[in-house]
C-alpha cells in the first residue's frame, strides 16, 4: 500500500497540473489557433483540418476528452475512425511518456515513434478504408464553461474522481500483483502467452506487463511496471522493448470500448495498431542488435 499510494502521488503531480493547464489554454483558444497549422498535414491524410483538434487536444489529455471535442464537430463514420486509431496511438503524451521515462525508454524515441506511427496509419486507412459517408451523431454530456469560474469548478470535481480512481486502481493492481508473485500465478499466466509474445517479438519476462498494459493501460499500469524494473524481475532492455510495443497498442479495453460506443469498427481499431507494434518491435530488436 505505501508504494501504490506513492506511485499514485507521483501520477498525480503529473497529471492534474497538465490537465489543468490545457483546460485554461483550451478556454482561451490557444490550442484552437494551434490546430489551425495542422491543416495541410491532415488534408494528406484525407482529413479536414478541424479534425486536428480533437487529436491535438487527446495527445494533451486523455480519449474522453478526444470523444468530448468529437461531439462538437461534424465528421463522417470514415473520419473519425481515422482520428479515433490516431488518438489510440498518440494520446496522454506527455504523462505516459514520462511514465515509460522510467521505465527505461528515451523519452524523445517514444514522443516521435507515437506521433509518427499515428500518422502512418492514418495515412494507410485513408487509402484502405471503404466509404463511410454517413453521419455520426455524437450526445455529450460536457458543456463548454462560459467563465473561467465555471471552468475551475468542473476542474475541481473531475479531479477529485480522477485521485480516487488512480489511487484505488494502482492500489488493487499493487495488492494482484503481489498475490501473484506470493503463490507462484504469474507463471500460470505467461505459459499460454508465450508463444504469442515470442510471435511479437517481446520477451517471456514482459507478459504480465503487457497484460497490464493492454487492459488497464500506461497510467494505471505504471507502479507495477516502475516496480519490475526497480526490483530486477525485468531488465530496462525488455522494458523497452515492450515500450516500443504498448506506446503503439495499449489500453485495448476502456478506451477500444468507448469509441466502439459511437460506431466506430473494433477491427480497424485493434487490428491496424497491432501490426504496427509488432513490425515496431522487431525493428527496434533488429536495430538494438546490429548496434
Do not use: C
Not at 471535442?69 to 463514420?77: I, K, P
Not at 454517413?134 to 469548478?153: G, M, P, R
Not at 507495477?224 to 531488465?235: A, H, N, S, Y
Amino acid at each position: 500500500m505505501p508504494k501504490a499510494l506513492k506511485t499514485a502521488i507521483w501520477i498525480l503531480k503529473i497529471t492534474l497540473p497538465v490537465s489543468l493547464a490545457v483546460s485554461i489554454l483550451n478556454y482561451y483558444g490557444l490550442i484552437q489557433l494551434v490546430t489551425q497549422h495542422l491543416t495541410p498535414a491532415f488534408n494528406l491524410i484525407g482529413l479536414r483540418g478541424e479534425a486536428a483538434l480533437p487529436f491535438v487536444t487527446g495527445i494533451l489529455l486523455n480519449i474522453y476528452s478526444v470523444i468530448a471535442v468529437l461531439s462538437q464537430l461534424s465528421l463522417d463514420l470514415r473520419e473519425i475512425t481515422i482520428i479515433a486509431v490516431m488518438s489510440l496511438i498518440a494520446h496522454n503524451l506527455i504523462i505516459e511518456t514520462t511514465i515509460q521515462s522510467k521505465t527505461g525508454s528515451k523519452a524523445w524515441h517514444m514522443i516521435a515513434l507515437r506521433v509518427g506511427a499515428a500518422f502512418g496509419a492514418a495515412a494507410i486507412l485513408n487509402l484502405v478504408l471503404p466509404d463511410m459517408s454517413q453521419k455520426v451523431s455524437l450526445l455529450s454530456n460536457s458543456h463548454a464553461a462560459s467563465t473561467l469560474w465555471e471552468l475551475l469548478h468542473g476542474w475541481v470535481f473531475s479531479s477529485f474522481r480522477l485521485i480516487l480512481k488512480i489511487i484505488i486502481l494502482v492500489s488493487l493492481l499493487m495488492i494482484l500483483q503481489k498475490i501473484l508473485q506470493e503463490f507462484k500465478l504469474i507463471e500460470l499466466l505467461t505459459k499460454p502467452l508465450s508463444p504469442m509474445l515470442k510471435f511479437m517479438g517481446l520477451p517471456q519476462s514482459t507478459t504480465f506487463l503487457w497484460i497490464v498494459a493492454n487492459s488497464l493501460g500506461l497510467a494505471y499500469g505504471s507502479a507495477v511496471m516502475m516496480d519490475e524494473v526497480k526490483e530486477g524481475r525485468i531488465t530496462k532492455k525488455d522494458a523497452d522493448l515492450l515500450n516500443y510495443h504498448i506506446a503503439i497498442s495499449h489500453s485495448n479495453l476502456e478506451d477500444l470500448l468507448l469509441f466502439a460506443a459511437i460506431g466506430v469498427s473494433i477491427f480497424w481499431m485493434l487490428v491496424p495498431r497491432l501490426i504496427i507494434a509488432i513490425v515496431v518491435v522487431w525493428g527496434r530488436r533488429f536495430f538494438v542488435n546490429r548496434e
